[in-house]
C-alpha cells in the first residue's frame, strides 16, 4: 500500500502569487503616481495600468508554479523519501528477541523523540511491537501485542503554508499503561495493517480538518 506522492497545490500558488504581485504592482504604481495634477489623474493611471499588472501578476505566476513544482518534483520529494527510509543494519534487534519469537514483518523507521527522530527498524513479532535505533547505546522500545490498544494514522505537520500536499502520515501507538508513541515509516498504511489481525484492537485513520 504505496502511500500517495508529495504534490503542490499548483493552483493555490499560482493564484496567491498572481494576487499578491498585482497588489504589489499597483501598490507601487499608486505610490509613485504623480500627486500634482488635475483631480482625478492618479486613479484614472491607476485604472490604465491594470491590464500590463495583470500581464506581469499571471507571467509571474506561471513562472513561480512552474520552479516550485519542480522543486518539489525533484529536491522535496527525494529528500522526504530519503529520510523517511534511512539506512539500517538489517542485523539491528534479533539478539533482544525471546527464544520463542520470530519477525513477522519489519520496516525502516524514525522514532519521535521530541525534535529528534533517530533512525532504527520498526518490527512485529509473534509476542511484541519492537523499535530497534540505530544507535547501539540508545534505548529499545517495545510492548506486547496484547498491550495495545490502538495505531492511529496521524498527519505530519503541514509544511508550505498547506501548498505542498500528502506529507506522509505518521504512526501514533497507544499501549495499555497509556504511553503514546510516534513513529514515521515510509508505508504507514502497510505498517498499520500489521496489527489489523489483533482481536479488539483499533486502526484509526485520523482525518486532517
Known amino acids: ?20 504581485v498585482f ?25 490604465f495600468s491594470i491590464p500590463s499588472s495583470l500581464i506581469l501578476a499571471v507571467a509571474l505566476g506561471l513562472l513561480v508554479t512552474i520552479l516550485v513544482n519542480l522543486l518539489v518534483n525533484f529536491v522535496i520529494r527525494p529528500l522526504v523519501a530519503k529520510w523517511h527510509t534511512p539506512v539500517v543494519d538489517d542485523s539491528l534487534g534479533p539478539f ?9 514483518e519489519s520496516s525502516p523507521a524514525r522514532r519521535g523523540r521530541g525534535w529528534r527522530w533517530p533512525p532504527g527498524v520498526l518490527v512485529r513479532t509473534n509476542q511484541r511491537f519492537w523499535f530497534f ?11 506486547t501485542l496484547s498491550t495495545l490498544e ?3 494514522l496521524e498527519p505530519a505537520p503541514g ?9 506522509p502520515e505518521r ?4 499501549v495499555a499503561d497509556d504511553s503514546r508513541e510516534i513513529f514515521a515509516v515510509p508505508e504507514p498504511l502497510s505498517v498499520a495493517s500489521w496489527l489489523k489481525p489483533l482481536p479488539s484492537k483499533v486502526v484509526v485513520h485520523t482525518v486532517r480538518s
Open 1 to 20: 500500500m504505496t502511500p500517495p506522492r508529495i504534490q503542490l497545490d499548483h493552483q493555490s500558488l499560482f493564484w496567491r502569487t498572481v494576487a499578491f
Open 96 to 104: 533482544h528477541l525471546a527464544a520463542n519469537e520470530w519477525i513477522v
Open 23 to 47: 497588489f504589489m504592482t499597483q501598490l507601487l504604481l499608486w505610490l509613485n503616481f504623480p500627486r500634482r495634477g488635475r483631480p482625478g489623474q492618479r486613479i484614472f493611471l491607476a485604472l
Open 133 to 143: 535505533p540505530r544507535a547501539y547505546e540508545a534505548d529499545v522500545w517495545s510492548c
Open 171 to 174: 504512526i501514533a501507538v497507544r
Open 150 to 152: 490502538a495505531v492511529d
Open 159 to 167: 509544511l508550505g503554508w498547506g501548498l505542498i500536499r500528502n506529507w
